[in-house]
């Protein structure tokens, strides 16, 4: 079966999206983890972990913030507790974070996504030979580098299929020091309504401040119903869905419409459409799976 990987907003969620077919979730910790739906203390992600383990699902823990040196310390005891619990996976960006899980022993459960920068088979099958359990293909490349690449690697990849997908983050609190500077007393601070419109364009983009910065998303949410079977023949079976600035009930639904697309690829269209009438607000399309990433002069 194929794994299709979602995250979710509290506990209660994960039968929820057990239920609707969903293989492995992820969960954000506070502190370690950015970009999540939602941060849960030491305790509540213990027992996530566990409700998770209990009903068949892979538990795949963030920690996917970039850590100064002041804070490997605290990296060290998160990752020696998330061994203990026995996690399936954990997300990384910063390499620090392969470094301190190779000295304990857990690097095979280490899923490496720097966002943008994974866009060869090459660089894949180099970081998937230090040992590490998945690798996630860069969300800017064309679905056909991706089917290229997925047939030339040994080795566990992931892509993302659906969602809102993450264009920029700054360590910088950049609403609050906008708001400073226009002299304009608003607290924007983890809010989630907020975006940003450029002059010559008609997206609206998600704009969120919080701890660990400033974030900004696409205005569209990319979808694959069409495609996900193409990956699936070039060797791909790891499918992640951003969870961010959709509810629980949207969340299960799209997961039961990719479980059904996978059993009747056919229907891939039928789906795409109806989605597109079903939410108008998220701005489905299909992102840059046929849009090619450098333009010739």
């Not at 996530?48 to 795949?60: E, F, M, S, T």
């Not at 791909?236 to 299960?252: D, L, T």
């Not at 697309?261 to 229907?267: A, C, D, S, W, Y």
């Amino acid at each position: 079966m194929e794994n299709i990987i979602v995250s979710i907003y509290q506990i209660e969620d994960i039968i929820k999206v057990k239920k609707a077919g969903a293989t492995s979730i992820i969960l954000g910790s506070d502190f370690f983890s950015v970009r999540s739906t939602s941060y849960f203390t030491g305790c509540e992600l213990k027992k996530a972990i566990q409700i998770g383990k209990d009903n068949d699902l892979q538990v795949y823990v963030l920690v996917n913030r970039f850590f100064i040196e002041e804070e490997i310390t605290q990296l060290k005891f998160h990752l020696q507790m998330l061994k203990e619990v026995k996690v399936d996976g954990i997300y990384y960006t910063d390499m620090g974070v392969y470094q301190e899980a190779k000295n304990i022993n857990i690097e095979g459960v280490l899923i490496y996504n720097p966002e943008t920068i994974l866009t060869n088979s090459y660089d894949l099958q180099v970081y998937l030979d230090l040992g590490i359990k998945m690798a996630t293909i860069s969300k800017e490349i064309p679905l056909e580098d991706m089917q290229k690449i997925g047939c030339k690697i040994n080795g566990e990849l992931e892509v993302i299929i659906h969602g809102r997908l993450n264009m920029m983050h700054s360590k910088r609190k950049l609403l609050s020091n906008y708001m400073q500077f226009i002299e304009e007393d608003k607290d924007l601070f983890n809010q989630t309504n907020l975006y940003l419109k450029e002059e010559n364009r008609e997206e609206h983009m998600p704009i969120i401040e919080d701890e660990q910065g400033t974030h900004i998303f696409t205005g569209f949410s990319m979808c694959s119903f069409e495609e996900i079977d193409l990956l699936v023949n070039a060797n791909i079976h790891n499918f992640k869905i951003e969870c961010i600035f959709m509810n629980i009930n949207e969340i299960c639904q799209t997961i039961e419409d990719y479980r059904l697309i996978l059993e009747n690829p056919v229907r891939g269209r039928e789906y795409y459409q109806a989605y597109q009438l079903n939410y108008p607000t998220q701005m489905i399309t299909k992102g840059f799976l046929y849009k090619k990433t450098g333009l010739l002069k």
